[in-house]
């Protein structure tokens, strides 16, 4: 869904999801949840809400996800080194 508000830069539930493996309804409940988020900004047409991504928003959603993603993989990389420090001194 992301992809296509980035790709068409705004749509509708019923425009999205006929390009979604999904029906309307739930197309229309991840719309609301993105609106909660911001991520999204709401415009009423007619009997219809017109959703645009938030690019500003998008880009710091986008950039936290890759601190938290940055953040775990050095874990792993610790966890990984003491694990083969380990595995050394048992030989």
């Known amino acids: 869904m992301l992809d296509l508000l980035l790709a068409d830069g705004q749509g509708t539930a019923t425009s999205l999801s006929e390009r979604l493996p ?3 309804q ?3 409940k991840h719309l609301v949840v993105l609106d909660n988020v911001g991520l999204v900004t709401v415009t009423p047409v007619g009997r219809e809400r017109l959703y645009r991504l938030d ?18 993989d ?3 990389r610790r966890i990984k080194s003491i694990a083969e420090t380990i595995e050394k001194r048992r030989r």
Request: glycine share 12%; aromatic share 8%; hydrophobic share 55%.
């Open 22 to 24: 999904v029906t309307r």
């Open 74 to 76: 050095a874990r792993l």
């Open 26 to 28: 739930a197309v229309a």
């Open 55 to 72: 690019g500003a928003q998008f880009g710091r959603a986008v950039a936290q996800l890759k601190a938290v993603g940055d953040t775990w």
